[in-house]
């Protein structure tokens, strides 16, 4: 079991075969995360480094809880407090790291593209933990993970992803991966937050919250990022929650089940009320609790996913 590429930078042009092998392959791991011995000594002997440039809480700890599950050594770079203050470059910082004998990066960065840059300056395999407004793809890959556990098949399942999806590497990843697994996908948002070209790639655009809920199976809900309202993208939080935040009161409207979905971190009361992200329709916390599943089967499989899966026993 293999996938076809050695890193994952993202999820444009990675195949349905591929796709649904993590997807499978994260389903067997979750198993394993339920046992009360929640480890395997799959990836013992190899180590893994975590270059967070940015600042992160879920894909972080889950990378870091997926490495520890699989027996993995990891070590830990933040940029405070590093020698990038220093003026050490990013593929300095990278091929320094990577003569202490590592066998994976985990990266996150600000620039758009990192990720890529450093599979071709490494040796090491290169997973992508969200680059600038590029891509995120295990934050798409989990929140696939839990629609097919809510709808079993992602094929001809509508996705309306709401927010700024012009700044939004999750939205990209989205995309990509859900068009590839068969679902019909829409954006809804102020006009300033959402690219030109989206309906080239077989987006529904949706300039209403209401229209788009009426045919929404899921609200994949993004964080309305408070540091570009300085750019003045749309006039206030106060009249983007009156626009398009999702609240208890336009989901009774609705009058039927659509499941709800945010990335995290989530700004309660601008793009999604409380009692909707706390609410019945919620799958936030499965969403998250998938995270650490997706991260070991990508682990795994970009190892090369040479250890027996049978019995879920992955090296057992
Ligand atoms: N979803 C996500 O990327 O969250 P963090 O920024 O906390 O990692």
Redesign the pocket.
């Known amino acids: 079991m293999q996938l076809k590429s050695r890193h994952l930078l993202g999820l444009e042009g990675v195949c349905q075969e591929d796709i649904t092998l993590i997807l499978d392959t994260a389903e067997s791991f979750k198993k394993v995360l339920d046992r009360p011995i929640p480890k395997v000594p799959t990836l013992r002997g190899k180590t893994v480094a975590n270059l967070f440039f940015e600042?992160?809480?879920?894909?972080?700890f889950s990378f870091e809880l997926a490495e520890k599950r699989l027996s993995a050594d990891s070590v830990n770079f933040s940029k405070v407090g590093s020698s990038v203050a220093k003026g050490e470059t990013l593929k300095d910082t990278a091929r320094n790291i990577e003569a202490m004998k590592i066998n994976f990066v985990v990266m996150r960065h600000s620039a758009p593209g990192a990720p890529h840059f450093l599979s071709q300056c490494l040796d090491s395999v290169v997973i992508n933990a969200?680059d600038g407004a590029h891509e995120?793809p295990t934050?798409a890959l989990l929140d696939m993970m839990t629609l097919r556990n809510c709808f079993q098949s992602l094929k001809g399942l509508k996705v309306v992803i709401v927010g700024d999806i012009e700044h939004s590497r999750?939205a990209r990843s989205n995309i990509y991966g859900l068009l590839t697994m068969g679902a019909n996908v829409g954006v809804c948002g102020p006009a300033t937050l959402i690219p030109r070209e989206i309906k080239a790639l077989g987006v529904t655009v949706y300039p209403g919250i209401e229209e788009a809920m009426k045919e929404a199976d899921v609200l994949n809900v993004l964080r309305i990022q408070l540091e570009r309202q300085k750019e003045a993208l749309f006039p206030s939080l106060r009249e983007y929650r009156n626009l398009f935040g999702i609240t208890r009161e336009r989901l009774d409207r609705v009058n039927r089940r659509i499941t709800i979905m945010h990335?995290?971190?989530i700004n309660r009361g601008v793009e999604l009320d409380s009692d909707v992200a706390d609410g019945d329709y919620s799958v936030i916390l499965s969403q998250v609790t998938n995270g650490v599943a997706v991260r070991m089967a990508v682990l795994y499989l970009l190892d090369g996913g040479r250890q027996k899966l049978e019995g879920d026993d992955h090296g057992n």
């Open positions: 600042p992160s809480t879920r894909t972080r969200g995120h934050q999750v990335p995290g971190p």
